[in-house]
Structures are given as structure tokens and as C-alpha cells.
């Protein structure tokens, strides 16, 4: 009978002559097909695993059958009951040796039953190789339309970063490390290949570190609040690109840039308060101005259609609450210098005037 072992090797064998004939691309689509025949031929060889072990059992047994033959024989009728139990040992291992034995002639149909599987599986085999087509067996032939691997080497790195220039952006330098980052590299560059990205990281840091910097002071420059609001975003966008690293210099460097991010935010919105109501104290000097201008020191001589109009037109634009406490001050004066010279019926109008829905107040988005 064959061994486990010497079966497993030929039925091996015979595979790998089957799909010799078959590309690594066609392979796939052959081991699919095959997958539930092979599972079975697998169990069957499990199966024969106690074969030769069976064999050496069988001789040992033959041996025992002998050895107790002897025994038995050497003693009269009278002594057999004396010998029994010393012989009970030995009787009981080989029943079980028998019974481990009992399977040997099924063992023996199943290496038949492998071999016709072995056999159906070179048919099929053979007949999806000719349906498909064989593919030369050199190893570098590819599916149709698959691109081979292009390998890239630290050298190849440093000349697409130099190609950026001599003082590339955030943003340029931030895309070629990740384009870089993407490239396949062989094992002989990997470790050449990491020092040249941890370097370009670094150069990333600083560029990033110095042009956030320097937007952050062009927004705190701004001659308005919308200017001033379009640089803190764009040094957002460019604070994003900073490479985290797990250097605690490193990250003690971001939360420094993060954190002067959030203050700027701060900082625009108390320049845009600060604008509003200096600005707000202007549209108030020019209504005294035009009060002063206009009340007549002759009495009930005063055009008051006239100071409501120019008050309105001064401080119709100015919201009260964003107004801060010295200039809120000044505002509730003007007005009160108007209504000191109306009826009562031209306050009550002055009140409308002022709270028209049509009337458009500024807001701080507008400094």
C-alpha cells in the first residue's frame, strides 16, 4: 500500500505539471473550479495518515497472538484460570490494536477512490487550460490591460522635489510628499527612501510654520474686517498641511500655531468691534454737528422736519447694540439733543424712522 507521504508527493507533483501550463492570471479562474474536488482529495489523504502505523501494528499483534498461543498451551486445563488474568493485559491491547486495524481495508478503497479524483482533476485541468488559453510560463507575463509595477528610487524623489523649485510653497511641497509617499519603492531603497521623506517633512514643517506666520500678521494689517477674514482662512488651509509626527517638539510646535490660529480669530473680531464704533462715534459727531448747524436760537423758528432727516440720516445706520459704553453714551445724547425740539407727535415719528425695517444698519461684517 503507498504511504501518506509518497501519494501527497505524487499528487503534488502531478498538480504542479497540470498548471505549469496556465499563467498566474489564469490560475485564478482554474482553482475556483477545482476547489471542492481538492477539499476531498485532502480528507481522503487524512484518511490514509495511520496507514504504514497499521502495518507495524498488524506484525505486533501477529507476534502477541504467538506469544499467547505459547502461554496457554504450556498450561494444563487446571492452571488456564491461573493464567487468564495475567494474560487479561495483553488480550485487551490487542482488541484494541484489532479494532484500529478495522479500517485498513476501507483505507485501501479510498486510495483507489483518490486516485480516479486525481485522475478526473488532470481532465479538467487539461480541459480549462485549452479553453483558456496557456500563457508562457516565464513569470513576468500579465493579464491584458494590467500595467507593470514601476519601481522608484530615492534619486527619482530628490529630482521631482528639486523640479519645484528653489522655494517651493506649502502647498507644492505638501503634494510631492504625498506623491512621493504613494510611490512603490523596492526593498533595497526603503530605508534610503524614508530618511529623504522624513527630511522633506521637516523642510514641510518650516515652510508651513513661516507662511502662516506671515498671513496671520497680513490679517491683523488689514484695512477691513473681510480682508482681514479671508487670510485667517487661508492660513488655516495652510496650518492643515503641518506633518504630525509623535516628536514632542514637533507637537508642541502645532498646538503653538494652533493656538495663535484661534487667538487671530479672536483678535479680527475685537478690531471689527473696535472699527464699528469708532466709526459709529464719527456718523454721531456729524449729527450734533448738523443739529447745531440747523436748531435756530430763535424759538419755534427750528425746522425739526429738517433735524429729524439729518439724524436719521446720520445715525439711521448705526446699531445700537454693537455699540460699546462711551460711544452708546455719545449716541443716546445726539438723540436726546433732537427730541429736546420735537412735539411730542414728531418723537413718536422720529422713534419710527429710526426703527423702519427699510433702514439698513450696519453690521460688523462690514469693517
Not at 505524487?10 to 485564478?28: H, P
Not at 485532502?42 to 498488524?58: H, M, N, Y
Not at 425740539?341 to 461684517?365: H, V
Amino acid at each position: 500500500m503507498l504511504h501518506k507521504d509518497g501519494f501527497l508527493a505524487l499528487a503534488v507533483g502531478a498538480l504542479v505539471v497540470i498548471f505549469s501550463g496556465c499563467g498566474s492570471g489564469n490560475r485564478a479562474q482554474v482553482e475556483p473550479a477545482l476547489e471542492k474536488q481538492v477539499a476531498g482529495l485532502r480528507e481522503s489523504l487524512d484518511t490514509l495518515s495511520t496507514d504504514l502505523a497499521s502495518k507495524s501494528q498488524l506484525a505486533s499483534v501477529a507476534d502477541d497472538m504467538r506469544t499467547i498461543q505459547k502461554q496457554v498451551a504450556s498450561c494444563g486445563s487446571g492452571n488456564r484460570a491461573q493464567v487468564e488474568p495475567a494474560l487479561e493485559k495483553q488480550v485487551a491491547g490487542l482488541r484494541e490494536s484489532l479494532d484500529t486495524l478495522s479500517t485498513d481495508l476501507a483505507s485501501k478503497s479510498q486510495l483507489a477512490s483518490v486516485a480516479d479524483d486525481m485522475r478526473t482533476i488532470q481532465k479538467q485541468v487539461a480541459s480549462l487550460v485549452a479553453e483558456i488559453g496557456s500563457v508562457p510560463v516565464d513569470g513576468n507575463a500579465l493579464p491584458p490591460d494590467t500595467k507593470a509595477v514601476e519601481y522608484h528610487t530615492t534619486q527619482d524623489a530628490k529630482v521631482f522635489v528639486s523640479k519645484l523649485g528653489k522655494h517651493p510653497s506649502a502647498e507644492k511641497l505638501a503634494d510631492a510628499l504625498a506623491t512621493v509617499d504613494a510611490w512603490p519603492v523596492k526593498s533595497d531603497q526603503q530605508i534610503e527612501m524614508r530618511k529623504f521623506k522624513l527630511e522633506l517633512a521637516s523642510q514641510l514643517r518650516k515652510q508651513v510654520k513661516e507662511e502662516v506666520i506671515a498671513i496671520q500678521t497680513a490679517a491683523l494689517n488689514a484695512d477691513c474686517g473681510a480682508k482681514g477674514a479671508a487670510k485667517h482662512a487661508a492660513a488655516g488651509r495652510i496650518l492643515a498641511l503641518y506633518p504630525m509626527s509623535e516628536d514632542k517638539t514637533i507637537i508642541e510646535e502645532a498646538k503653538q500655531l494652533s493656538a495663535q490660529q484661534a487667538e487671530l480669530a479672536v483678535r479680527l473680531e475685537v478690531i471689527r468691534r473696535q472699527r464699528y464704533n469708532h466709526w459709529a462715534a464719527e456718523q454721531v459727531e456729524k449729527a450734533i454737528l448738523d443739529y447745531n448747524n440747523t436748531k435756530s436760537r430763535i424759538p419755534y423758528r427750528t425746522d425739526t422736519d429738517k433735524l429729524v432727516e439729518r439724524l436719521v440720516e446720520n445715525m439711521g445706520a448705526v446699531d445700537p447694540a454693537l455699540l460699546e459704553p462711551a460711544v452708546l453714551e455719545l449716541y443716546n445724547y445726539a438723540f436726546d439733543l433732537t427730541r429736546a425740539a420735537l412735539s411730542e407727535q414728531e418723537k413718536i415719528d422720529l422713534a419710527k424712522r429710526m426703527t423702519d425695517p427699510s433702514l439698513k444698519r450696519k453690521i460688523l461684517g462690514d469693517f
